[in-house]
Each structure stands twice: as structure tokens, then as C-alpha cells.
T-cell receptor
Framework: QQQVKQSPQSLIVQKGGISIINCAYE??????FPWYQQFPGKGPALLIA?????SEKKEGRFTISFNKSAKQFSLHIMDSQPGDSATYFC???????????FGTGTSLTVIP | DVKVTQSSRYLVKRTGEKVFLECVQD?????MFWYRQDPGLGLRLIYF???????EKGDIPEGYSVSREKKERFSLILESASTNQTSMYLC?????????????FGSGTQLSVL
């Protein structure tokens, strides 16, 4: 069973628009929530991550919003650019460490 | 920069063959992982290792085994390849779990089993 549920599966956004990807989890032992970005032909790379003690983390145009009570978190990409076109994975890791559970991925296309 | 190198980018094998996928990391990381990536299923953990000669099963270990004889090298073995093991295989490494857990991935091996 999928420990982290991710939506949508694919997303098309106009250049300059906001891209939003959502994830949800059930396991309350999760305490670290990273997002990975994957370009075609490459492995995923860490984009941004958050811990549950804060509700939002921003790095440049990328923001994670975290709702602990709802067990949901989302990635917002402001002013989306064609270079942001990639597959995005959310993930969660328990406080016991050593394991990541990934979402199913979102294919983002930003059209000029 | 951390480098995780997977020996093959593309691999074509026959059903029943024994297949070795090799992964080497150059940052002295304790943890190493093998994932498979399938459309609509995301990344699923096959095995991981937190030390030389140590291994732990992930979510989908059936049909696979691993070997870690040296810290920098982690091998995934398909004892008898089957068509349902056609997939993208991703190796990753990370330092000991601490404040900034981060996986470093290789570029992947696309395995086709015919």
C-alpha cells in the first residue's frame, strides 16, 4: 500500500503560473518530508525539505506548505519556468531513519 | 560533488539470466539503497545497506538479492531475470542519518528483460 499519496499524476502550467503538487500520509511517525526533482535521463535530486515543526519553508521560487493536523504537505512553484519541467516526487521518512517512502510522482510541463 | 555511478545506462537481458547491477559511490557514505522506478508507481525500495556486509529488505525484495563487500560498492542481483523485472533501477547513497537526510542518486539503469 502506498504510504505517501501524491497528486496530480501530471500537470501542465503556463510559464509564469503557479504549479501545485499535493501529498498526503497516514503514518504519524514520519518526521521529515523532502521533495525530489528528476529530469529525463537523470536520477532524482533533493529540491527542498521540511520538518513538522514549521508550517512552511521557502527556497527561492519553491515553497513547501505543511499541515500536520491534516497530514498533508504540498509543493508550490511560483513563476513556473520551462526549465522546471520535470518529474517531482514527494517523500517521507520516519524518525527511526534509514528509509524513505516516495509518492508516485508528478510530471510537470511548463509551456512557454 | 557526490558521485553515484551505475555501471550501465541500458541493459537488455533474456528471461532466466542472472543479472548484476553495479553501483559505486565516492563520498564514503554509510547507507546505500536500490530502488526501482515504474510509471505510476513511483520509487519503490528493494534493499538497503547501512554498513559493509549488512543489508535490509525494502518493500519489494522478492526476486532480488544484494551484495556489499566494500563500503563504496553496492550490487543488485537478479538471480533469474523475469519480464516483470523490466524497469528503471536507481542506486542511491546517503551519510549516516542525522539532521539533514539526503539521498544522492545515480542516473539509473534501464533494464529490459525479454
Amino acid at each position: 500500500q502506498q504510504q505517501v499519496k501524491q497528486s496530480p499524476q501530471s500537470l501542465i502550467v503556463q510559464k509564469g503560473g503557479i504549479s501545485i503538487i499535493n501529498c498526503a500520509y497516514e503514518n504519524t511517525a514520519f518526521d521529515y518530508f523532502p521533495w525530489y526533482q528528476q529530469f529525463p535521463g537523470k536520477g532524482p535530486a533533493l529540491l527542498i525539505a521540511i520538518r513538522p515543526d514549521v508550517s512552511e519553508k521557502k527556497e527561492g521560487r519553491f515553497t513547501i506548505s505543511f499541515n500536520k493536523s491534516a497530514k498533508q504537505f504540498s509543493l508550490h512553484i511560483m513563476d513556473s519556468q520551462p526549465g522546471d519541467s520535470a518529474t517531482y516526487f514527494c517523500a517521507a521518512s520516519p524518525n527511526t531513519g534509514n528509509q524513505f517512502y516516495f509518492g508516485t510522482g508528478t510530471s510537470l510541463t511548463v509551456i512557454p | 560533488d557526490v558521485k553515484v555511478t551505475q555501471s550501465s545506462r541500458y541493459l537488455v537481458k533474456r528471461t532466466g539470466e542472472k543479472v548484476f547491477l553495479e553501483c559505486v559511490q565516492d563520498m564514503d557514505h554509510e547507507n546505500m539503497f536500490w530502488y526501482r522506478q515504474d510509471p505510476g508507481l513511483g520509487l519503490r525500495l528493494i534493499y538497503f545497506s547501512y554498513d559493509v556486509k549488512m543489508k535490509e529488505k525494502g518493500d519489494i525484495p522478492e526476486g532480488y538479492s544484494v551484495s556489499r563487500e566494500k563500503k563504496e560498492r553496492f550490487s543488485l542481483i537478479l538471480e533469474s531475470a523475469s519480464t516483470n523485472q523490466t524497469s528503471m533501477y536507481l542506486c542511491a547513497s546517503s551519510p549516516l542519518w542525522g539532521e539533514n537526510e539526503k539521498l544522492f542518486f545515480g542516473s539509473g539503469t534501464q533494464l529490459s528483460v525479454l
